[in-house]
């Protein structure tokens, strides 16, 4: 019998504007194809009448500060020190919530992608420096380590029914350890000289988040205030600045003040107390009582619901249609009207790196898993065959956002930067294709039945 008690709210005029923007969001594939778009516009603006234009706005230098304390940096710097700082604290929220509750909260189930993840991570890196042995080029080892995981799971979305559930999410398990390593080795190899009292404040602080959350403090503006504090001291120490964003996520509480039984058993209790039975208007004693049991009701859902998780939500659409699309336009365009194609990719650190995450991916992934499964730690995952196991393999070659992101890190000379790019976007397409087309192949004779 259809309910009356819950009536749609009257659309407004607005509705029919937002509507297809909200449908876009809601695809799994969205943020990847947005991902794309900029990528892809990127470089039309670099090798357009506007490539100066383009280039000039991303030198712009912004100042913010007040007195003494100001902090100047050109704008490519803000995206890449300071946005970039608040998708690796999304990366951290997510790292802590997957040991914690998550795909690696087990030995047994940890033990493959974490032996996948190594493996991608290890033969690319030993495969680019093998390319570049012997060139002033071999600090760029770290590039081909790293796969972006919205890229990678956009595709895999859109194979839609082909592709197992638990493939899904053992490549985003994968992925995840996969940016854990990229952290570390920009955290322990791309770190300037040290600044010992800025590191000090820093660490400080970050102990001082750690107390906050043993004495079960759990309001979002002290994590954010030390947050800003963290992330200035590593700014100024010599550590790259994103790494705060990632020790911040350690702090964030991550159990619930109530349990799920305690909970419903409040709730239901509150909602009984909710008064309805006035036909003709409620009185302005019905509407005071109910507006305290509403809030109630609010204060209640937040006690039950964890800061990790409520942080993780908030952030998510922020870095997935705005942080990550604003770096891959502020870090993609790469001018080649002064340099063939070929010449950009047959450059020693261009060749480095396709053969490192083309190459080196699929080599890693798949032989530390078999060394895994060999050795009867680790089984596959139910519904997930070798040929799918392949197929994520090719899809982790694309690396990216992360790949970009070590590559400003590791090369100042904008020409070699230049052929970075290249040789990540190339690799990146190149991987994409082919890993989509494989997985849709055996998706196709396999016919999983649990489907993405």
Do not use: C
């Not at 790292?95 to 998550?102: A, D, I, N, P």
């Not at 955290?187 to 300037?192: E, G, V």
């Amino acid at each position: 019998m259809k309910n009356d008690s819950f009536r749609p709210l009257e659309a407004r005029p607005v509705d029919g504007l937002l509507r297809p923007i909200q449908e876009f969001m809601k695809l799994e594939a969205s943020s990847g194809i947005l991902l794309i778009g900029m990528a892809v516009l990127a470089m039309i603006l670099a090798n357009s009448p506007l490539s100066s234009a383009y280039f000039q706005l991303l030198e712009i230098p912004v100042t913010v500060g007040f007195g003494a304390l100001t902090i100047a940096k050109p704008l490519l710097l803000w995206i890449n020190d300071g946005l970039m700082a608040l998708f690796f604290f999304l990366v951290g929220l997510e790292l802590k919530r997957e040991v914690l509750t998550g795909e690696l909260s087990t030995p047994k189930d940890a033990i493959l992608p974490i032996f996948a993840a190594i493996g991608g991570m290890f033969v690319p890196a030993a495969l680019y420096v093998l390319v570049t042995g012997g060139t002033p080029f071999t600090s760029g080892w770290g590039i081909p380590m790293a796969t972006d995981i919205a890229f990678a799971l956009g595709i895999l979305a859109l194979l839609g029914t082909r592709a197992p559930v638990s493939l899904k999410i053992f490549l985003t398990a994968m992925a995840i350890i996969d940016d854990l390593g990229a952290i570390l080795v920009i955290a322990i190899f791309y770190t300037s000289k040290l600044n010992f009292i800025a590191l000090g404040v820093g660490m400080s602080t970050w102990v001082v988040a750690l107390i906050g959350n043993a004495l079960g403090i759990r309001k979002t503006s002290f994590y954010v205030l030390l947050g800003i504090v963290l992330w200035v001291a590593f700014l100024k120490s010599g550590v790259h600045a994103t790494i705060a964003g990632v020790l911040l996520a350690l702090t964030i509480p991550a159990r619930p003040r109530i349990n799920v039984a305690s909970f419903k058993e409040q709730a239901l209790a509150f909602l009984s107390s909710i008064q309805t039975d006035k036909k003709d208007g409620e009185t302005k004693e019905m509407q005071s009582n109910n507006h305290d049991v509403v809030h109630t009701l609010e204060v209640l859902s937040k006690d039950a619901e964890t800061p990790l998780i409520r942080m993780e939500h908030s952030l998510h659409g922020w870095v997935a249609f705005f942080i990550m699309p604003v770096f891959a336009l502020a870090n993609s365009g790469v001018d080649l009207r002064s340099m063939s194609i070929l010449d950009a990719l047959v450059h020693p650190v261009a060749l480095g790196i396709i053969v490192g995450l083309f190459i080196g991916k699929q080599l890693g992934v798949v032989l530390f898993s078999w060394a895994a499964l060999r050795t009867g730690w680790a089984s596959l995952p139910r519904g997930v065959t070798w040929g799918h196991l392949y197929g994520v393999a090719v899809l982790s070659g694309v690396g990216f956002t992360m790949s970009l992101f070590i590559g400003g890190l590791s090369f100042s000379d904008p020409e070699i930067l230049a052929r970075a790019k290249s040789g990540i976007l190339f690799a990146s397409i190149l991987a994409g294709l082919l890993g989509y087309s494989i997985l849709r192949w055996v998706g196709g004779k396999s016919n999983p039945t649990d489907s993405v």
